[in-house]
Protein backbone atom coordinates (compact mmCIF):
# COMPACT_ATOMS: atom_id res chain seq x y z
CA UNK A 1 0.00 0.00 0.00
CA UNK A 2 1.29 3.06 -0.73
CA UNK A 3 -0.01 6.09 1.87
CA UNK A 4 1.25 8.60 -1.28
CA UNK A 5 -1.64 7.84 -3.09
CA UNK A 6 -4.39 10.53 -3.10
CA UNK A 7 -6.27 9.22 -0.04
CA UNK A 8 -6.02 11.90 2.42
CA UNK A 9 -9.36 12.36 2.60
CA UNK A 10 -9.10 9.21 4.67
CA UNK A 11 -9.02 9.37 8.48
CA UNK A 12 -5.95 9.05 10.11
CA UNK A 13 -4.89 5.65 11.45
CA UNK A 14 -3.01 4.77 14.75
CA UNK A 15 -1.64 1.35 14.71
CA UNK A 16 -1.73 0.06 18.15
CA UNK A 17 -1.28 -3.36 19.75
CA UNK A 18 -3.57 -4.66 22.66
CA UNK A 19 -2.20 -5.32 26.47
CA UNK A 20 0.66 -3.79 28.40
CA UNK A 21 1.33 -0.97 26.03
CA UNK A 22 -2.18 0.23 25.12
CA UNK A 23 -3.09 0.33 28.78
CA UNK A 24 -0.20 2.48 29.14
CA UNK A 25 -0.90 4.78 25.90
CA UNK A 26 -4.44 5.80 26.28
CA UNK A 27 -3.90 8.24 28.68
CA UNK A 28 -1.37 9.68 27.15
CA UNK A 29 -3.69 9.63 23.73
CA UNK A 30 -6.73 10.80 26.04
CA UNK A 31 -4.78 14.05 26.76
CA UNK A 32 -4.33 14.54 23.22
CA UNK A 33 -8.06 14.33 22.82
CA UNK A 34 -7.68 11.13 20.95
CA UNK A 35 -9.10 7.61 21.78
CA UNK A 36 -11.17 4.79 20.33
CA UNK A 37 -14.95 4.89 21.04
CA UNK A 38 -15.01 0.86 21.47
CA UNK A 39 -12.64 -1.06 24.41
CA UNK A 40 -10.31 -3.26 21.94
CA UNK A 41 -9.83 -5.81 24.34
CA UNK A 42 -14.01 -6.35 24.44
CA UNK A 43 -13.82 -6.36 20.68
CA UNK A 44 -13.21 -8.43 18.46
CA UNK A 45 -13.18 -5.54 15.55
CA UNK A 46 -9.46 -5.11 14.22
CA UNK A 47 -10.46 -1.25 12.88
CA UNK A 48 -12.03 0.75 15.95
CA UNK A 49 -13.41 4.05 15.70
CA UNK A 50 -11.91 7.20 16.98
CA UNK A 51 -13.34 9.47 19.61
CA UNK A 52 -12.75 12.30 16.94
CA UNK A 53 -14.55 11.56 13.45
CA UNK A 54 -10.92 11.98 11.67
CA UNK A 55 -9.26 9.20 13.37
CA UNK A 56 -9.25 4.98 13.72
CA UNK A 57 -7.61 3.00 15.51
CA UNK A 58 -6.14 -0.64 13.51
CA UNK A 59 -5.44 -3.28 16.71
CA UNK A 60 -2.33 -5.55 15.54
CA UNK A 61 0.01 -7.46 16.64
CA UNK A 62 2.91 -5.95 18.53
CA UNK A 63 5.44 -6.90 16.13
CA UNK A 64 3.50 -6.16 13.17
CA UNK A 65 2.88 -2.23 14.18
CA UNK A 66 6.30 -0.97 12.43
CA UNK A 67 5.31 -2.71 9.05
CA UNK A 68 2.21 -1.47 9.12
CA UNK A 69 3.20 2.23 9.78
CA UNK A 70 6.40 1.59 7.33
CA UNK A 71 4.04 0.48 4.11
CA UNK A 72 1.14 3.01 4.67
CA UNK A 73 -1.42 1.04 6.50
CA UNK A 74 -1.50 3.37 8.96
CA UNK A 75 0.05 6.96 9.80
CA UNK A 76 0.91 7.00 13.24
CA UNK A 77 1.40 3.51 15.53
CA UNK A 78 2.90 2.85 19.13
CA UNK A 79 5.75 0.06 19.54
CA UNK A 80 8.27 -0.67 21.84
CA UNK A 81 11.61 0.28 21.26
CA UNK A 82 12.85 -3.28 20.84
CA UNK A 83 10.05 -4.33 18.59
CA UNK A 84 11.49 -1.36 16.44
CA UNK A 85 14.85 -2.41 16.82
CA UNK A 86 14.61 -5.48 15.28
CA UNK A 87 12.43 -4.48 12.72
CA UNK A 88 15.05 -1.84 11.50
CA UNK A 89 13.66 1.77 12.28
CA UNK A 90 15.00 3.35 9.18
CA UNK A 91 11.62 2.86 7.63
CA UNK A 92 9.76 5.26 9.78
CA UNK A 93 10.25 8.73 11.67
CA UNK A 94 10.11 8.20 15.22
CA UNK A 95 9.30 11.80 16.53
CA UNK A 96 8.64 11.19 20.21
CA UNK A 97 9.75 8.50 22.89
CA UNK A 98 6.49 8.04 25.20
CA UNK A 99 8.63 6.91 28.41
CA UNK A 100 5.82 4.17 28.89
CA UNK A 101 6.58 0.34 29.12
CA UNK A 102 9.98 0.48 30.51
CA UNK A 103 12.55 -2.70 30.28
CA UNK A 104 15.49 -3.13 29.32
CA UNK A 105 16.83 -5.17 26.56
CA UNK A 106 19.43 -8.07 28.45
CA UNK A 107 21.36 -11.04 27.93
CA UNK A 108 20.83 -13.00 30.30
CA UNK A 109 21.79 -16.91 31.90
CA UNK A 110 23.10 -18.62 35.11
CA UNK A 111 24.90 -16.82 37.76
CA UNK A 112 28.22 -18.82 37.08
CA UNK A 113 28.01 -18.05 33.18
CA UNK A 114 31.07 -16.46 32.57
CA UNK A 115 30.89 -14.21 29.73
CA UNK A 116 34.65 -13.54 28.75
CA UNK A 117 35.47 -17.28 28.03
CA UNK A 118 36.10 -17.96 24.13
CA UNK A 119 33.73 -20.53 24.02
CA UNK A 120 30.92 -20.17 21.39
CA UNK A 121 27.86 -19.59 23.39
CA UNK A 122 24.45 -20.77 21.75
CA UNK A 123 21.58 -17.35 22.50
CA UNK A 124 18.02 -18.19 22.49
CA UNK A 125 15.95 -14.99 21.52
CA UNK A 126 13.21 -13.98 19.59
CA UNK A 127 15.50 -10.46 18.93
CA UNK A 128 18.07 -12.21 16.59
CA UNK A 129 18.91 -9.38 14.87
CA UNK A 130 19.52 -7.08 17.81
CA UNK A 131 21.37 -10.19 19.61
CA UNK A 132 23.61 -10.63 16.33
CA UNK A 133 24.37 -6.68 16.26
CA UNK A 134 25.24 -6.85 20.04
CA UNK A 135 27.84 -10.05 20.16
CA UNK A 136 29.21 -8.50 17.17
CA UNK A 137 29.75 -5.23 18.61
CA UNK A 138 31.49 -7.52 21.79
CA UNK A 139 33.61 -9.15 19.45
CA UNK A 140 31.97 -12.37 20.46
CA UNK A 141 31.06 -15.55 18.58
CA UNK A 142 27.67 -17.15 18.99
CA UNK A 143 25.30 -19.15 17.94
CA UNK A 144 21.89 -17.33 17.57
CA UNK A 145 18.61 -19.65 18.12
CA UNK A 146 15.42 -18.08 17.20
CA UNK A 147 12.33 -18.53 19.70
CA UNK A 148 8.81 -16.55 19.53
CA UNK A 149 8.39 -16.78 23.68
CA UNK A 150 9.22 -18.02 26.77
CA UNK A 151 13.28 -17.56 26.31
CA UNK A 152 13.36 -18.53 29.98
CA UNK A 153 12.90 -22.23 29.44
CA UNK A 154 15.88 -22.28 27.12
CA UNK A 155 18.85 -22.87 29.50
CA UNK A 156 16.62 -24.87 31.31
CA UNK A 157 16.55 -27.81 29.29
CA UNK A 158 20.08 -27.07 27.40
CA UNK A 159 18.61 -25.35 24.43
CA UNK A 160 20.93 -22.38 24.47
CA UNK A 161 23.25 -21.58 27.47
CA UNK A 162 22.32 -17.65 27.07
CA UNK A 163 19.18 -15.50 25.89
CA UNK A 164 18.59 -11.83 24.99
CA UNK A 165 15.02 -10.96 26.09
CA UNK A 166 13.54 -7.40 27.59
CA UNK A 167 13.61 -7.50 31.49
CA UNK A 168 11.31 -5.53 33.57
CA UNK A 169 11.29 -6.19 37.18
CA UNK A 170 13.72 -9.12 36.99
CA UNK A 171 11.16 -11.40 38.46
CA UNK A 172 10.54 -13.83 35.57
CA UNK A 173 14.60 -14.52 35.60
CA UNK A 174 14.73 -14.96 39.47
CA UNK A 175 11.72 -17.90 38.89
CA UNK A 176 14.16 -19.48 36.11
CA UNK A 177 17.21 -19.92 38.15
CA UNK A 178 18.90 -16.56 36.02
CA UNK A 179 20.22 -13.44 36.29
CA UNK A 180 21.14 -10.69 33.84
CA UNK A 181 24.74 -10.79 32.48
CA UNK A 182 25.04 -7.76 30.40
CA UNK A 183 23.16 -4.59 29.08
CA UNK A 184 22.05 -4.49 25.54
CA UNK A 185 20.07 -1.55 25.63
CA UNK A 186 16.99 0.98 27.31
CA UNK A 187 13.67 0.19 26.23
CA UNK A 188 10.11 1.98 26.35
CA UNK A 189 7.91 3.04 24.14
CA UNK A 190 7.61 5.28 20.66
CA UNK A 191 5.60 7.10 18.65
CA UNK A 192 6.25 6.54 15.09
CA UNK A 193 5.12 8.10 11.78
CA UNK A 194 4.68 7.29 8.15
CA UNK A 195 6.97 8.99 5.97
CA UNK A 196 5.06 10.05 3.47
CA UNK A 197 1.78 10.58 5.92
CA UNK A 198 3.93 13.26 7.62
CA UNK A 199 4.22 14.96 4.69
CA UNK A 200 0.77 14.93 3.26
CA UNK A 201 -0.86 15.46 6.57
CA UNK A 202 1.83 17.66 8.61
CA UNK A 203 -0.23 19.38 10.47
CA UNK A 204 -2.53 17.57 11.92
CA UNK A 205 0.17 14.66 12.43
CA UNK A 206 2.35 17.97 14.11
CA UNK A 207 -0.87 18.83 16.22
CA UNK A 208 -1.05 15.19 17.65
CA UNK A 209 2.38 14.41 18.24
CA UNK A 210 3.04 17.71 20.19
CA UNK A 211 -0.31 17.29 22.29
CA UNK A 212 1.17 13.72 23.37
CA UNK A 213 4.38 15.29 23.75
CA UNK A 214 2.63 18.11 26.46
CA UNK A 215 1.47 14.96 28.09
CA UNK A 216 4.51 13.02 28.00
CA UNK A 217 6.24 15.77 29.91
CA UNK A 218 3.49 16.23 32.25
CA UNK A 219 3.32 13.04 33.66
CA UNK A 220 7.00 12.87 33.71
CA UNK A 221 7.54 16.08 35.74
CA UNK A 222 5.55 14.19 38.42
CA UNK A 223 7.24 10.71 37.95
CA UNK A 224 10.74 11.27 37.17
CA UNK A 225 12.29 7.91 35.19
CA UNK A 226 14.29 5.34 37.33
CA UNK A 227 17.28 5.71 34.51
CA UNK A 228 17.04 9.63 35.05
CA UNK A 229 16.19 10.71 31.41
P1 LIG B 1 9.83 -9.20 34.57
O1 LIG B 1 9.57 -10.52 35.23
O2 LIG B 1 9.12 -8.06 35.27
O3 LIG B 1 11.31 -8.92 34.39
O4 LIG B 1 9.15 -9.25 33.13
C1 LIG B 1 9.74 -10.07 32.19
C2 LIG B 1 8.79 -10.53 31.13
O5 LIG B 1 7.72 -9.62 30.88
C3 LIG B 1 9.62 -10.65 29.87
O6 LIG B 1 9.85 -11.99 29.61
C4 LIG B 1 8.80 -9.98 28.82
O7 LIG B 1 8.18 -10.96 28.02
C5 LIG B 1 7.74 -9.19 29.54
N1 LIG B 1 7.97 -7.74 29.53
C6 LIG B 1 8.40 -7.00 30.56
N2 LIG B 1 8.44 -5.71 30.26
C7 LIG B 1 8.02 -5.61 28.99
C8 LIG B 1 7.82 -4.51 28.09
N3 LIG B 1 8.03 -3.25 28.46
N4 LIG B 1 7.40 -4.79 26.85
C9 LIG B 1 7.16 -6.06 26.48
N5 LIG B 1 7.32 -7.14 27.28
C10 LIG B 1 7.74 -6.91 28.51
Known amino acids: MNAGRS ?3 RRLRIALSKGRIFD ?4 LFDAAGI ?5 PEKSRKLILPGSE ?9 ASDVPTYVQHGGADLGVVG ?3 LMEHGAEGVLEPLDLKIARCRLMVAGFPETDLSTSRRFRVATKYTDCARRHFARMGRQVEIIKLYGSMELAPLVGLSELIVDVVDT ?3 LKANGLVPLEHISHISSRLIVNRASMKIRHARISEIVDRIADAVNAVNAVRPSPDGS
Open 81 to 83: KDV
Open 170 to 172: GST
Open 35 to 39: RPSED
Open 24 to 27: ETLP
Open 53 to 61: ADVEFLIVR
Open 7 to 9: DTG
